[in-house]
């Protein structure tokens, strides 16, 4: 990839900035979760101390504000440190920059029509006076979107430090030695996390599955689930996977309720946890049961101690698993906390992402 470390001189330099602001909010607008926030900032520091006029583009999906930043702008100073300009709609951009005064976002840029179609049109409207173009939005990367994909097309484009860093990490775990490593899958969607499963079992030691995707295999295996939740198309998800496979660590035992499967159960724990505590490398993305409710949060925030207890290098990412152990407190003892989810998840199953494609030297002349 084009990392932005390459850019000899920024002074004055026009730069749109792709930024991950796509966080948790409460339904009295205050910011749940700021981790992603957070991980921009050194990007943006960077830029803005380079002597750069910053543009950030990012995208919000949360009902709860209505989609669009307006409500989250005082949090956002308090969390980057700059009292950042706000520009309703695209066409603000262009004046806004002849008379530039500091960081600015655009809000949600989702509200344009072309962004999700990867319109190669809206990508120069988008571009339109400015000189570079930096993605520093991992969780994005996997989706082929006009400001991640098509822009690269019109600007000169570049990696930001979290999206080198991602990808370092991420790449790191996957070519480390099998001995010794431990992934460990749960949550929902496992249309993407079976792939990354099959892709993993010629690459980890062990392969640890709660969640639905335990439901979807005890299922598959021909055992009553009663009313839990599966995926209704598992078996075809489940296709090519030897369920039978010593490397799969399936749960001993659950805490069920109303005839629902809603966490993994005490031998469960156990058994997982003497298996991460033998472990040199651990990868971690789902919660192992319905974490929200106290009830059933036994078992995430067990596995997300016994994982910190280890010396294994600890990796941890999707999105309710860092909401998981931030609500206990255990986010500063993983190694590494990626801010991606379905796109942690991509990268892990060995399928190339859009948005780290198009950042590369091939395509981005």
Not at 134 to 146: G, L, P, Q
Not at 147 to 158: C, E, F, G
Not at 232 to 237: D, G, Q, W, Y
Request: hydrophobic letters at 40%.
């Amino acid at each position: 990839m084009r990392t932005l470390r390459e850019i000899t001189d920024l002074k004055d330099k026009k730069v749109l900035l792709r930024v991950d602001f796509d966080i948790p909010v409460s339904d009295g607008g205050q910011i749940e979760e700021a981790f992603r926030i957070k991980k921009q900032k050194e990007t943006l520091d960077y830029l803005v101390n380079q002597g750069a006029k910053v543009v950030m583009v990012a995208h919000v999906s949360d009902e709860s504000v209505g989609q669009s930043f307006t409500a989250l702008l005082p949090q956002l100073h308090l969390l980057l440190g700059y009292e950042v300009n706000f520009l309703k709609t695209l066409p603000e951009v262009g004046s806004y920059m002849e008379h530039y005064a500091g960081p600015a976002l655009l809000d949600n840029i989702r509200q344009n029509a072309g962004e999700k179609e990867n319109d190669p049109e809206f990508a120069k409207k988008l571009a339109a006076g400015f000189d570079i173009y930096v993605n520093n939005d991992f969780a994005v990367c996997h989706r082929n979107h006009a400001s991640v994909s098509a822009i690269t097309k019109v600007l000169p484009s570049y990696a930001g430090f979290l999206i080198e860093e991602e990808v370092a990490k991420l790449q790191g775990v996957i070519d480390a030695p099998k001995n010794g490593k431990v992934l460990i899958m749960g949550g929902a969607k496992a249309s993407t996390k079976i792939p990354v499963i099959k892709n993993f079992l010629s690459k980890a030691d062990k392969i640890l599955v709660g969640g639905v995707i335990a439901n979807d295999i005890l299922k598959a295996k021909g055992q009553d689930v009663g009313d839990s939740v599966v995926d209704e198309n598992a078996s075809e998800l489940l296709a090519g996977l030897d369920l039978n496979n010593s490397q799969l660590a399936m749960p001993k035992d659950y805490n069920i309720s109303q005839n629902n499967i809603l966490d993994i159960g005490p031998e469960a724990i156990k058994e997982f946890s003497e298996i991460i505590k033998n472990s040199k490398i651990i990868i971690w993305n789902g919660p192992m049961g319905m974490f929200e409710d106290d009830k059933f949060a036994d078992g995430t925030n067990k596995i997300a101690q016994a994982i910190t207890e280890s010396s294994a290098a600890k990796i941890v990412g999707g999105g309710d698993t860092v909401s998981a152990i931030d609500k206990i407190g255990l986010m500063d003892k993983f190694d590494f906390v990626s801010t991606g989810g379905g796109a942690m998840l991509s990268f892990l199953a060995g399928e190339k992402l859009p948005g780290l494609e198009a950042l590369s030297y091939y395509d981005n002349k």
